[in-house]
């Protein structure tokens, strides 16, 4: 299979650069897997289509703030740093631009000196390993001054920091939004429990490898990034008893279809365990957990609509998306949502 067969076209106006509110008042395109049928909704009607039984999985992860802009000392110099991955305390592994203002012993100063910075170390790869330091909590401080890492796809500014969290975000550490997650409300999910609907939750930590464009041709040729995932005890507890009374898992957005199929997948079974996650599904992979799936609309020729497309059937996928289009749904991040799952769902 060809990373062509993944694309499609997309006006520019569509994509949505601003999050709408309620957060629930999104659009919610429902899609049966089975017969490739269609529901025009919203997102607050979701709550028709799930029952007593089911059980949702969706991911806790929290997004750092992790932009921040430094002054390098002794000059006016101003350069962004993206933090990326935190090694040791407040040593992290960050991309800097302009990368020639960032050399090895380079210091700078962020948030009129709240905190500072050395890098210590250039890597082959251009990134930077950087040593930070703040008087309080280094967390603390980031959240003062640090911007949202926001998709390149947005150029709108984000007034409100929380809009890119979900409501139960928790363990922080993400470098991107689990964005199917951001159409949840906390009185929406007041609903689905007293519905008898459960949630559960795992933890993913978003990459930015998420947004890497696939570049190789041939699909099976392309190397995932790895990111870390943790499945507590009580998740895999509920998991486990919503399949053997016959209910329905349902993945809130496809960091949690990874995680739960990942661990599946290596160990025969949902276990509570943590790890670090490469998996890429595409069309031909045989699902061992989920029942549906809740996505947002995902960039053409990205590992995300193969992952729907393994799920919901190629072709079932490309109409839903031509469909989309049509109807002028919102795209990514802060855009629409579609619901997959089975045909009666779809019925009701």
């Not at 002794?74 to 800097?96: D, P, Y």
């Not at 995300?304 to 989309?324: E, H, K, P, R, T």
Request: aromatic letters at 10%; one cysteine or more; charged letters at 25%.
């Amino acid at each position: 299979m060809k990373t062509s067969d993944f694309y499609y076209e997309l006006p520019k106006e569509l994509i949505a650069q601003t999050p709408v509110e309620p957060r629930d008042s999104s659009r919610l395109l429902v899609l049966d897997r089975n017969s490739g049928d269609i529901q025009h909704k919203h997102f607050y009607d979701i709550i028709d289509y799930l029952h007593e039984g089911d059980l949702i999985v969706a991911n806790d992860s929290r997004v750092l703030p992790a932009r921040i802009y430094g002054i390098k000392d002794g000059t006016v110099a101003r350069v962004e740093f993206l933090l990326l991955k935190q090694i040791s305390g407040n040593r992290w592994e960050t991309l800097c631009k302009p990368g020639k203002k960032a050399r090895e012993g380079a210091k700078f100063s962020f948030g009129d000196g709240l905190l500072k910075a050395t890098v210590t170390e250039v890597k082959d790869d251009g990134n930077r390993v950087v040593d930070f330091e703040c008087d309080e909590n280094f967390f603390a401080t980031l959240d003062k001054i640090g911007q949202m890492p926001l998709p390149p796809y947005i150029t709108e500014e984000l007034k409100d920091k929380e809009r890119y969290q979900t409501v139960y975000s928790h363990e922080l550490g993400s470098a991107a939004a689990p964005t199917a997650g951001l159409h949840f409300t906390e009185e929406l999910m007041d609903k689905l429990r007293k519905k008898g609907v459960k949630i559960a939750y795992v933890t993913l930590h978003v990459g930015l490898g998420t947004f890497r464009p696939v570049k190789v041709d041939d699909v099976t040729n392309h190397k995932m990034h790895s990111e870390h995932y943790e499945i507590p005890r009580e998740t895999a507890r509920l998991i486990n008893e919503t399949k053997k009374n016959g209910g329905r898992v349902i993945a809130i957005g496809t960091t949690s279809c990874r995680t739960l199929e990942s661990v599946a997948t290596e160990f025969g079974e949902i276990k509570p365990c943590d790890g670090f996650t490469d998996i890429f599904i595409y069309p031909g992979y045989k699902f061992k957990v989920l029942d549906g799936l809740v996505t947002n609309f995902h960039l053409p020729e990205s590992t995300l609509i193969m992952l729907v497309s393994a799920f919901a059937g190629y072709d079932n996928i490309m109409n839903a998306y031509q469909i989309a289009v049509k109807e002028k749904y919102r795209f990514f991040s802060f855009g629409d949502a579609m619901f997959i799952s089975q045909e009666e769902l779809c019925s009701n």
